[in-house]
């Protein structure tokens, strides 16, 4: 861990397990600490804590929400008093952090006899925000993406959860989440035209998968371009799935069934791998440049739906606005326009804006009634005696100079 100076007249925090930056700007231009949200999760999965490893984590944070299986906290002022890189090492399987400047980070710890730094190559090759390291027997991936296209409020307390399935597809081969940190390179045109994708797109779409995208601020158009093709065994029937497993050996079924019995972990992970390989058949992929113009044709495709929308709405409203009106008109027609003036004068005398504004709708309405009936002289002549008998009521005249009546688009002689 380390101090360095990078952007004019802010500090930054420049950790990293893989000697990669994940920036936290700590201080003002003044270099007085200022408030800034900060939030952290830890998930511990494969192990629950002991009490040892609570005192270890509170004796870090007296006002951290410690659990058996996670860390959770936030900071307005100041920063976490630890390495997340560390927490990750000795404790956890899982960590997100997020700050108010847009920062996102989400760490992952899998067993490397499960996944490989080889595996994720494909992927993560030539992405600047991502690093691999190993400790022990595990591969700690760490994603930190500084500047993320996201809204502040997007994730509250707790979201870990939607993302904590990722993990579990991982250790079963299933390696689309990493596809979608390759998309970002898409994204941000790092890559060229032909390069080709690491995978047949993602199909079918998780929630998990989808919660990833967004807490990325990965453009949804590129994700949903990748979402319309996917690997063929994405999505196994009952029937498959039972003649591949029918095909294991019985001794290797047997002894599957012992590690289950001693409780040990990701064996299922290990089988669904193992399932995922046999069934798996080559497929066609795409390259960075059609999944580019795929994006804008899905985004131009939303733009005209939203833009028909719409224009069926308005025209809706413009509808009902013509209805209403034809109905004022025709009460206003069997009341008679004598009794249609002295409303007029009444709401003009009550000198308010409502007053007003109800004033100049009848007289739109009036108006139209006096171009079917014929009487169009007799309404400007009256039109014009009002505006000399109430000339001094300023608001009153200029709205009657806008001419708006309730239609929108009347307008008074």
Known sequence: MWIGWN?????????????????????????????????YEFLAIDRPLDKAAQAALRSISERARITSTSFVNHYEWGDLKGDPSEFMKRWFDLHLYFANWNARRLMLRVPTRLVSRTDLEPFL?????????????????????????????????????????????????????????????????????????????IAPLTGALEAFADFFGIDPDLVAAAAQSGASDAAQSKDALRKLIAAIPEAEKTDLLLRVVDGEGHVAAELKNRLRQKSSTPTARRT????????????????????????????RQAAAAEKARRARIDRLKQRGAASVWREIEQEIERRNPTGYDNAI??????????????????????????RVRHEKKVKFIERLNNGLGDDGDARLI
């Open 7 to 39: 952007k004019p007249n802010k500090l930054y925090y420049l950790a990293s397990a893989a000697n990669r930056r994940c920036a936290i700007d700590l201080c003002s231009k003044d270099q007085s600490l200022v408030s800034e949200y900060q939030y």
């Open 125 to 201: 090759g030539e992405i600047d925000w991502v690093g691999a390291s190993t400790s022990g027997d595990n591969l700690i991936v760490d994603l930190c993406r500084e500047e993320a296209d996201v809204d502040d409020d997007d994730w509250p307390d707790g979201q870990l959860a939607a993302l904590a399935p990722l993990r579990a597809d991982v250790l079963s081969g299933d390696f689309r989440m990493f596809y979608l940190v390759w998309l970002t390179a898409v994204q941000d045109e790092s890559l060229p035209d032909d390069a080709i994708e690491p995978l047949p797109g």
């Open 288 to 315: 960075a440049g059609s999944l580019r113009i795929l994006a804008r044709e899905i985004a131009e495709a939303r733009d005209r739906a939203e833009a028909k929308r719409r224009e069926a709405e308005r025209r």
């Open 361 to 386: 709708g009848l007289l739109s309405d009036l108006q139209v009634l006096a171009g079917e009936e014929g009487s169009q002289n007799d309404f400007d002549r009256r039109l014009a005696e009002m």
